[in-house]
């Protein structure tokens, strides 16, 4: 089985300034590959290279560098464009056409067959009911993300792309998103998104890249790049008066209160936290809640941001 | 070549809700009122200002049209980011441009039929009113089917000068676009007295520069057979058939250029 | 400084268009030998008005008389070189909207003046409309004494009214910065009015203080060609009378006079044409293939021994 997406060595240079313009490496050899069937989640904060990246694998612009390949042909094929879907940051269409015909419109530019069941069928899959018939203009930013979707997979594409999913979406539009995200998973389409948003990653990725500055900090499987070992507990506890309070927070790593009576507990990873909660139970406090402390994927990131900032200035 | 069919299909259908059509009733308005004010005001010249008045709203009207939506096609799409939409289907840029162009043509042509077609109904309400006496007097009939001819080469025209809007739209910003077509539009019109500037100056180089420049940019006085047909004076068959072949191959040759340029172009 | 980026070729379309181009080309040069869709040989102005155009012209106005400048100029030209109807009967129209347009348009009250008052076919032959142009100068650019000397000449060489031409000489030295020479030439003008001498005298002044316009020096040399050719004119006759008291008859051909005064050559006029013979009468004339012809009329035609 070949790999879905791959890119060797991608690199791209902007000219940036007015006056006296100079190149800008937005993106640095990017070297990848995503398997066929995979949730790919490409991280990273703004302006590290992630919508230069998707850029480059639609062809909407030219590599300095490299290559880039998708379902095993060169990025900006044709014919390849009938089986993969791409979603843009902040998509928009036409004004005046209504979402079912813009949809039929790239109906049938894919040549699809039962045009009008199709358009529908996706249509309602992401959620688009009555509005189908109003025009884009008059569609709001969540609405028109809807429509983005809808185009990105109305051809059953084999091959997914999308920049920033969740953006302009309220919690119950990225709950669709991630829904539609593993609902496409479990068809056995690669879905390859970009996002800032880490969370969304944890949950629906298999593997994961983290960009910064225009170069790949780190790459591989979730359970690879962060340790599963907890690194310490977390206690919420109530009814704790402010005497037990005194005693107790020089014992723990940390004791930060919430309300009236009701504090959270750290304790580093050595602690047996079944001790303490026997304890407090003795002393008329409550256990509300024990949870692992874990490295998530966002400390990683951030580990990753870090040491590449500076590695940066160290080159500087 | 379907895809250029449907992105042609998607660009009419998207001029005529743009408010397109509402220029077209001005347009017809306008002449209504303008040949009733006018048969009040003067005596047997009204005619002539009818068909005078109409050739040259056919000729402004269409030209507005061309170059306001023919800029909007590419240069607001660019802008506006539409074109990601697009661009990731299985359509190569070339066909894109091609498509646009098709469509954009095609709205002109509807816009332009309609606009004749309210003219030839005030002409026909002249005819209709004008005694005999008058009738006779007019150095051409009122519904002259040389009128025809006169729009077909407006029509032509401003085909070649959507084609220069598409192309100044694959790579520059609306505003400079509209500027620059403006300006091509304008030189077209006195691009034929750069031929005569050999008569008049005594420099060699400019002369050779003034040749270069009648060939190479759009000479668009020998569409402007306006004149002939109001007066009822003779026009070459050849001149018209070379004038159309003109265009095309004109027209044709800012679309390959404008698709060289966007084939390479970066949307970032 | 550039990025490279790797771009699809377009060396195909390239080709497609320098094709294309050059079947255009083709398709003008073939149409352009045919049928010309009609245009009027005065072509139209819109405006005639200089109101209107100061209005219409937003404040451009230097930039609108520039263009119609342009455009006069260009008119002339098209004018001169058109082989039906040379009429220039937009020229005073549209130098008239260039100085309402810009009232200190010098070069075009010159120009105005010059080929104004120009008999056919070298201008308009419309002396009366070139001093209009001119007393528009002078109201708008009172220290303009070129302008008054300028209607001087007119009244002088177009009209033929020494005593007026005179007056306006004296006019025109009365300017604070006029040049000396203004005196004497009044004076001359109105004590031998339209002869050669003072003709003469008005076209080298007039070419040695324009010396950087041009078309005004270019002109002044004619003129004075033409005065030389008719000295030299009176001079041929005296010689043909006194082949016809000779030999009873007159001459056939130069080549008879030549051998008979035992010239060298044949006699030209400056312009390098052979003056023309009559052959009854003997008489001399430019030959109307010369660019001096036709020889200015009136007074200063008169021959002085």
């Not at chain 1, 937005?26 to 290279?49: M, Q, R, S």
């Not at chain 1, 969740?166 to 496409?184: A, H, K, N, Q, Y």
């Not at chain 2, 048969?39 to 009207?61: P, R, V």
């Not at chain 3, 009232?103 to 001093?131: C, Q, T």
């Amino acid at each position: 089985m070949g790999a879905a997406i791959e890119t060797e060595n991608l690199t791209k240079d902007f000219l940036v300034g007015f006056w006296r313009p100079r190149p800008y490496r937005a993106l640095d050899a990017l070297t990848l590959e995503v398997d066929a069937g995979e949730v790919f989640g490409f991280l990273g904060p703004n302006g590290a290279g992630k919508s230069t990246t998707l850029k480059l694998l639609m062809q909407l612009i030219f590599p300095t560098a490299g290559s880039a390949r998708i379902l095993g042909r060169p990025a900006g094929d044709v014919a390849v464009r009938k089986r993969i879907g791409f979603l843009a940051e902040n998509p928009y269409y036409y004004d005046y056409l209504t979402a079912e015909e813009v949809l039929t419109y790239f109906a049938r530019l894919f040549d699809l067959k039962d045009v009008h069941t199709r358009v529908s069928k996706v249509l309602d899959e992401v959620g688009i009911g009555g509005e189908r018939r109003l025009r884009l203009r008059q569609f709001s930013k969540g609405m028109l993300q809807r429509v983005g979707l809808a185009q990105a997979i109305l051809n059953e594409p084999e091959v997914v792309f999308l920049d920033e999913p969740m953006s302009g979406l309220d919690p119950i539009g990225r709950r669709e998103v991630r829904d539609l995200i593993l609902r496409l998973r479990a068809r056995g389409c690669t879905v390859f998104f970009s996002s800032h948003i880490l969370s969304d990653a944890e949950t629906l990725c298999s593997r994961v890249a983290i960009m910064a500055q225009g170069r790949l900090a780190a790459s591989g499987r979730i359970s690879e790049l962060v340790a599963f070992e907890p690194k310490g507990w977390e206690l919420v506890v109530s009814g704790i008066e402010d005497a037990l309070h005194g005693e107790l927070a020089p014992r723990v790593a940390a004791m930060r209160p919430m309300s009236h009576g009701r504090y959270t507990i750290h304790l580093a990873a050595t602690d047996r936290p079944e001790q303490l909660m026997t304890e407090l139970r003795g002393r008329g406090a409550r256990v509300e809640s024990l949870n692992p402390i874990r490295d998530t994927l966002e400390d990683f990131f951030m580990q990753q941001i870090a040491s590449a900032q500076q590695r940066d200035t160290s080159r500087l | 070549m379907r895809a250029i069919v449907l992105v042609a299909g998607a660009v009419f259908r998207e001029s005529v809700r743009d408010r397109v059509p509402y220029s077209m009733v001005v347009f017809a308005v306008l002449l209504m009122a303008a040949s009733y004010l006018i048969s009040q005001l003067t005596a047997g010249q009204d005619l002539k200002i009818i068909k005078d008045l109409g050739l040259a709203s056919i000729a402004i009207f269409g030209l507005l049209i061309a170059v306001f939506i023919g800029i909007g096609l590419v240069s607001k799409e660019v802008e506006r980011k539409s074109v990601y939409g697009l661009l990731t289907k299985p359509v190569t840029r070339s066909q894109f441009i091609l498509g646009k162009y098709a469509g954009l043509v095609l709205t002109l042509a509807i816009n332009i039929a309609a606009m004749v077609v309210a003219y030839y109904a005030v002409l026909y309400y002249m005819d209709v009113t004008a005694s005999a006496a008058t009738r006779a007097g007019w150095p051409a009939p009122a519904m002259d089917p040389r009128l025809l001819l006169a729009t077909l080469l407006i029509f032509a025209e401003l085909a070649v000068i959507t084609a220069v809007a598409l192309f100044f739209s694959t790579f520059t910003s609306p505003l400079l676009a509209i500027l620059l077509t403006l300006g091509l539009w304008i030189a077209g019109q006195f691009n034929a007295d750069l031929r005569n500037f050999e008569n008049v100056i005594d420099a060699p180089a400019a002369i050779w520069v003034a040749k270069v420049l009648y060939y190479v940019l759009p000479n668009l006085a020998p569409f402007n057979i306006k004149a002939e047909v109001v007066h009822g004076f003779p026009v070459s068959m050849r001149h018209v058939g070379l004038t159309l072949l003109y265009a095309a191959v004109y027209a044709g040759m800012l679309l390959v250029a404008a698709a060289a340029i966007f084939r390479r172009r970066d949307f970032k | 400084m550039t990025v490279t980026r790797i771009v699809p070729a377009n060396l195909s379309l390239y080709t497609a268009i320098a094709a294309l181009m050059a079947v255009s080309i083709s398709l003008q040069v073939v149409r352009d030998r045919g049928w010309q869709p009609y245009t009027p040989p005065d072509g139209v102005m819109w405006i005639r008005s200089g109101e209107v155009a100061r209005r219409l012209a937003l404040g451009f106005d230097n930039l609108a008389a520039d263009v119609y400048w342009m455009r006069a100029v260009v008119y002339f030209g098209g004018q001169r070189i058109s082989s039906e109807g040379k009429t220039f009967a937009q020229l005073f129209p549209l130098l008239d909207l260039v100085t309402s347009l810009d009232p200190h348009f010098n070069v075009a009250y010159r120009f105005g003046a010059i080929f104004l008052a120009e008999p056919h076919p070298g201008g308009a032959g419309r002396p009366d409309l070139a001093i209009e142009l001119l007393k528009k100068g002078v109201a708008n650019n009172p220290t303009r004494w070129e302008y008054v000397l300028d209607i001087g000449f007119i009244h002088y060489f177009s009209m033929q009214d020494y005593t007026l031409a005179a007056d306006w000489f004296n006019r025109a030295r009365a300017i604070k910065g006029a040049p000396e020479w203004l005196g004497p030439l009044a004076a001359t003008t109105l004590a031998e009015g339209g002869s050669r001498e003072s003709s003469r005298k008005l076209w080298t002044e007039l070419r040695n203080s324009n010396a950087d316009v041009d078309w005004l020096r270019a002109q002044a040399d004619r003129r004075l060609k033409q005065l030389d050719a008719m000295d030299q004119i009176d001079q041929l006759n005296v010689v043909t009378r006194r082949f016809v008291e000779r030999t009873g008859r007159a001459p056939l051909h130069w080549g008879e006079v030549a051998t008979m005064e035992r010239w060298r050559a044949l006699p030209t006029d400056p312009s390098g044409m052979l003056y023309g013979l009559d052959q009854e009468t003997g008489r001399v004339s430019l030959s109307e293939g010369s660019p001096l012809w036709p020889l200015p009329q009136g007074a200063a035609a008169r021959q002085r021994p």
